[in-house]
């Protein structure tokens, strides 16, 4: 069976390729929104596969790509408190700020554990009593939810030893401050999957409705995206943009409706800087009153720098869609996925680490020609 499928799913690429080599026939510049997505792209080769009018943009779907330096440094400054234990996800351990990363000071003797969920760091306070333990609790509307269950669990369990660092975020803010900068012209957006199933396809509505941009929710396999892709062509060409779901075995219209009551039963919309794209509107989480015991920096009234970008670094032209990796003047020299500048290049989800990873040093002629016009610099 696993081999009848390969071969359908390939059928199923050249199907839709021809088809949207066959109805392209103006260009159609399309973002992209999740880093996910950005890796599958790339990993499959899907660019080269798609006729030289459509353009793909990718945008600030890396949670760890849009936490300001300012942010990471006061990670990195509570980390050296002996007191502390940070946990957090991995992508999140090489992100430099304008003091280092937490590698560095794990490697001066700072404890810094990463964890495979927000639970295992519940469990790790369990085991250490005597210390504060700390998640970093950097995200968008997927992993909000099981960060909102560590908390009611903490709570049950009458842990004072857990803590989390508030930087969650949620994605349709930012979408709406993007389409609003004129240096961006996109006709439609790849909608995330993962966030998505939590938050349903109708929360990109808003955005269908006040700028007539055709979306449409996509999976992360060849097949999905093409899908998507080709869904976005034929409404930006029929002139009647709509949310489409594409990704319709995973995702609903309404979403996750008691993940949702879960996270407005513990976090609050608040106002939030996203690195690049400046402070946006209720685009943030922070913990509601009643369970702000559980908000690190608020026990110890840490206080956030402001932020900063590495000179000559475009990590933030970048998330903002405007700029291509390639033209940055540190990619691929100075900053490299073993010595990274900007947090672009660190995470996994990372553009400049797709770049960089899956031919971003060796882009090809036709690659360059269909994407440059995309991309003001």
């Not at 401050?177 to 938050?199: N, T, Y």
Request: proline residues 7%; hydrophobic residues 40%; charged residues 20%.
């Amino acid at each position: 069976m696993k081999y009848v499928d390969e071969y359908r799913n390939r059928d199923l690429v050249h199907a839709l390729t021809d088809k949207l080599h066959a109805l392209t026939t103006a260009p159609v510049r399309i973002m992209e929104v999740c880093g996910t997505h950005t890796m599958s792209i790339f990993r499959h080769g899907i660019r080269n596969m798609l006729p030289g009018q459509i353009q793909l943009i990718s945008g600030p779907g890396c949670p760890v790509c849009v936490t300001p330096s300012g942010v990471i440094d006061a990670f990195v400054e509570l980390a050296g408190r002996s007191d502390v234990i940070i946990t957090t996800f991995g992508d999140m351990i090489r992100v430099p700020g304008n003091k280092g990363s937490l590698a560095d000071a794990r490697a001066e003797g700072a404890d810094v554990r990463i964890v495979y969920s927000p639970m295992d760091a519940l469990t790790l306070a369990t085991q250490e009593p005597d210390r504060m333990v700390v998640f970093l609790s950097v995200g968008f509307e997927t992993t909000t939810p099981t960060i909102g269950a560590t908390l009611l669990a903490a709570e049950q369990q009458g842990r004072n030893n857990f803590y989390i660092f508030p930087a969650n975020k949620i994605m349709p803010p930012p979408l709406d401050a993007l389409m609003q900068d004129p240096r961006l012209q996109v006709d439609g957006l790849l909608c995330p999957g993962h966030v998505s199933i939590i938050a349903g396809a109708e929360s990109f509505r808003p955005l269908v409705d006040k700028y007539g941009l055709a979306c449409a929710v996509a999976g992360f396999e060849p097949v999905d995206i093409l899908l998507a892709i080709l869904a976005i062509v034929e409404q930006v060409q029929s002139g009647k943009p709509r949310v489409e779901n594409c990704y319709g075995r995973a995702v609903t219209q309404e979403g996750n409706t008691k993940a949702q009551a879960l996270v407005n039963t513990i976090f609050t919309p608040v106002d939030s800087e996203w690195r690049g794209l400046g402070t946006i509107q209720a685009s943030g989480l922070a913990l509601r009153p009643q369970y702000s015991f559980f908000d690190i920096t608020k026990k110890l009234d840490i206080r956030i720098a402001p932020s900063s970008e590495p000179q000559g670094c475009r990590c933030g032209e970048i998330l903002k869609g405007i700029c291509m990796p390639k033209k940055c003047p540190l990619f691929g020299s100075r900053c490299t996925p073993a010595n990274p500048i900007g947090p672009c290049m660190v995470s996994s989800e990372g553009t400049c680490a797709a770049w960089h990873r899956y031919g971003g040093l060796e882009i090809t002629k036709n690659e360059e020609e269909k994407n440059e016009p995309s991309y003001h610099t």
